[in-house]
């Protein structure tokens, strides 16, 4: 995991769980459910470990703002992450509109954009998806592969984009880490 600064972002580790046992998050429509995986503690493709950061843009701004996000990094079985990355290719593709809710109580609906790919790593897609409940407040999404992990992006649509130097950094230091 990247730490320290990066391309005009600190990257700071984080040792909380990322979600929680009621973030299990389904799409009505089943050719959405990997783009709900992302948000789910219960993915299709379950990741043998798991890690993350926060991001902050230079200046101090924060998530709310529009100054950071977080990159999250799992790793899988062999063959797993390949095949998740061609089935968020897919759903990014074909889900332009879709719902999603949690066990925790809320529901979404989601419009989702592609977006060009960051042109890092093995593998990658990017994508917005901004809630049509808040228009405002929605999500830049970019999924790196390297090897048998994803790397996950996320930011505020209106908030500085991850630059694709730090995504390189991090794919290297996975290639590094073997």
């Known amino acids: 995991m990247l730490s320290g600064k990066h391309s005009g972002f ?15 998050v389904t799409a009505a429509d089943p050719a959405c459910q990997p783009l709900a995986d992302l ?12 890690a993350w950061a ?6 101090g701004a924060t998530t709310e703002a529009g100054g950071g996000g977080s990159v999250v990094l799992t790793s899988y079985p062999e063959g797993e992450a ?6 968020l290719k897919a759903a990014a593709a074909a889900c332009k509109d879709f719902e999603v809710s949690s066990k ?5 609906q989601d419009t989702v954009s592609a977006l060009p790919s960051a042109g890092v790593g093995h593998d990658s897609v990017a994508f ?14 970019t999924v790196v592969r390297t090897n048998g992990s994803l790397a996950v992006y ?4 209106d908030g500085d984009p991850i630059p694709p130097a730090l995504m390189k ?10």
Do not use: N, Y
């Open 82 to 87: 390949e095949v998740w990355m061609r089935e």
């Open 54 to 59: 926060a991001l902050q843009a230079a200046g």
């Open 154 to 157: 996320l930011t505020s649509t």
């Open 169 to 178: 950094r991090q794919h290297e230091k996975l290639q590094e880490a073997g």
């Open 128 to 141: 917005s998806a901004v809630s049509t409940r808040a228009p405002h407040k929605g999500q830049t999404i």
């Open 39 to 50: 948000r789910s503690v219960t993915p299709r493709h379950e990741a043998t470990a798991t």
């Open 104 to 108: 925790r109580g809320w529901k979404d």
């Open 10 to 24: 600190e990257a700071t580790p984080q040792s909380e769980p990322l979600l929680e046992d009621v973030d299990v």
